[in-house]
């Protein structure tokens, strides 16, 4: 059953879980006759979560700059899952409550300019050694130029629904399936729901930066981004971890830092971990997390940004 049917079957019978089985090749079934908690469906699921009408994939955390990490191991490679990759990748973001929270380190206006950079720059153009296949066909990750597209297509502002002082994983995916909802759904794209000012979900800053994972949007699965608002977390999450570029200020290093890790896992493992993964290591932005941060060219702009990894290298690179 390949990975999107097998999404499907799992979306018809997540709201159910607790009171009858589906078939045996869903990966789901039942524990016992009493609801299942949140945590019981992930395990019984295969990873898939469903939360108060929402069905979602475990998140996959970027960790702060201070947590521990295992020591990268030579000549390690990214393994492919044979899941889906985005092959043409665009981006559509949502900034949640911006207006309502205040953006006064104009991170809104960072992201935009970001995004709208990154189509066709050495940095991303490291994504375009990976691939999928599907139905015996390889197809190679592409890096087109205008990545965000027109920023009125792609951007959202949304003060009509109330962010929660801390919003859960299943609210975050219900705002990503908001965004889709308002400016269309697209296979290839990452949808990001930028969280605001003082109020992000619970361990930001303290245990994670951001995270990727995986909803359903009408059958279909749409991979999205929680990217709380990074100023808050301070040095935890890359404010002023290096001198910054004259495009952004050393408080905010910690946007394109972190944002640029989560869209290349996006990208290249937009279903967690059925896509580039190496299980010792993580995803193509953790094994090179925190390491080797520099200001990197995006087109006549510059940003900081981490590395990550390569498989024609073996290595953390900038560029390729």
Not at 56 to 84: C, D, E, F, W
Not at 149 to 173: E, Y
Not at 222 to 248: I, K, V
Request: hydrophobic share 35%; glycine share 10%.
């Amino acid at each position: 059953m390949d990975k999107l049917s097998r999404l499907v079957g799992i979306v018809a019978c997540a709201s159910a879980l607790a009171a009858a089985g589906c078939a045996s090749n869903s990966g789901v079934t039942p524990v016992n006759s009493a609801p299942m908690t949140v945590q019981q469906q992930a395990q019984a699921s295969g990873g898939w979560m469903h939360d108060g009408g929402i069905t979602y994939s475990v998140p996959h955390y970027m960790g702060t700059r201070y947590m521990t990490r295992p020591a990268v191991k030579p000549n390690i490679q990214l393994v492919y899952g044979n899941g889906p990759v985005l092959v043409k990748p665009d981006v559509y973001v949502v900034f949640w409550g911006y207006k309502a929270a205040g953006d006064t380190q104009g991170v809104e206006a960072l992201m935009d300019a970001y995004f709208k950079a990154m189509g066709g720059s050495g940095h991303n153009n490291i994504y375009t050694q990976y691939y999928q296949v599907v139905g015996g066909v390889k197809t190679f990750i592409k890096d087109p130029k205008n990545q965000f597209g027109k920023i009125t297509v792609h951007a959202l502002d949304d003060d009509t629904n109330a962010v929660p002082a801390h919003p859960t994983d299943a609210q975050v995916a219900a705002e990503a399936q908001y965004l889709a909802a308002q400016k269309g759904y697209n296979p290839n794209a990452s949808y990001v729901v930028a969280t605001p000012h003082g109020k992000s979900s619970s361990g930001f800053g303290t245990q994670w930066c951001a995270y990727h994972g995986s909803t359903v949007y009408n059958g279909k699965a749409l991979s999205y981004t929680n990217a709380p608002y990074m100023p808050d977390a301070g040095s935890s999450c890359g404010a002023n971890f290096t001198t910054p570029p004259s495009d952004e200020s050393g408080t905010d290093e910690g946007v394109t830092i972190v944002e640029g890790h989560e869209y290349g896992e996006s990208v290249t493992d937009p279903q967690p971990s059925s896509g580039w993964y190496n299980f010792q290591q993580g995803e193509i932005g953790d094994i090179c997390a925190w390491q080797n941060i520099l200001n990197d060219p995006f087109k006549a702009k510059s940003y900081t940004s981490q590395p990550m990894f390569s498989n024609a290298t073996s290595s953390c690179v900038h560029t390729f």
